[in-house]
């Protein structure tokens, strides 16, 4: 860790450093844009609690499936997933100054089966965006699911991607989201009642805004 340039002469503070944003992401070839932004700190857990990546043939099961993976910690968390997600939500109450939380998917695909955001060194193009979101000089629509660039606010100079690519990955599919919805209740419904109630009023909430 050491031998890397940009290391943080921080990294080792034992009374922590302040964080500004939280970025979730999954592999999904459809639903989720290329990023997005949380309303508030309730909403973000609810994006990391319902978190999900399509199996790939590193995965156990079928290649392609959605499967959910709360904050990516399906592997690592020791205790009743519920029991987290309430951690989260309480952190949240003691913040007076929370990290913005955003959401990140490098793999949505088009019709045509190809990746629609080169992806690699790209990248750095939509944490730009995060940072200046942070910074309070980034721009961002809102939409049902959260604040979305429009693609007048990521940095594209120089990038060989079409527009129709750039609007496609930036959009937000009501139809595909009433699916997204459907499977965020089914997989809350399969934890047994454990869900915390302000996630259960998230997910509710998601749903009003696409019917407005």
Not at 88 to 116: A, H, S, Y
Request: aromatic share 10%.
């Amino acid at each position: 860790m050491r031998n890397n340039p940009v290391l943080d002469p921080d990294v080792e503070k034992g009374e922590g450093v302040p964080i500004s944003a939280i970025i979730f992401g999954g592999r999904r070839s459809d639903t989720l844009p290329l990023a997005f932004q949380a309303f508030d700190w309730n909403h973000g857990v609810y994006l990391g609690a319902t978190m999900a990546s399509e199996t790939t043939a590193a995965a156990t099961g079928a290649v392609g499936q959605v499967r959910r993976d709360p904050m990516a910690m399906l592997p690592f968390c020791g205790y009743n997933i519920g029991d987290y997600f309430r951690h989260w939500i309480e952190i949240g109450k003691r913040l007076t100054n929370p990290p913005l939380i955003f959401n990140v998917n490098w793999f949505r695909k088009g019709e045509d089966g190809k990746f629609l955001w080169p992806g690699f060194g790209d990248n750095m193009r939509v944490l730009k965006w995060i940072i200046d979101r942070c910074e309070k000089t980034g721009g961002a629509v809102e939409s049902p699911i959260g604040w979305l660039p429009s693609p007048h606010d990521v940095d594209l100079a120089e990038l060989d991607v079409e527009h129709r690519c750039i609007v496609e990955i930036l959009g937000v599919d009501h139809e595909e989201w009433q699916k997204e919805l459907a499977a965020h209740k089914k997989f809350f419904d399969s934890l047994g009642g454990v869900v915390p109630e302000e996630l259960l009023k998230q997910r509710e909430q998601l749903a009003a805004r696409f019917k407005q």
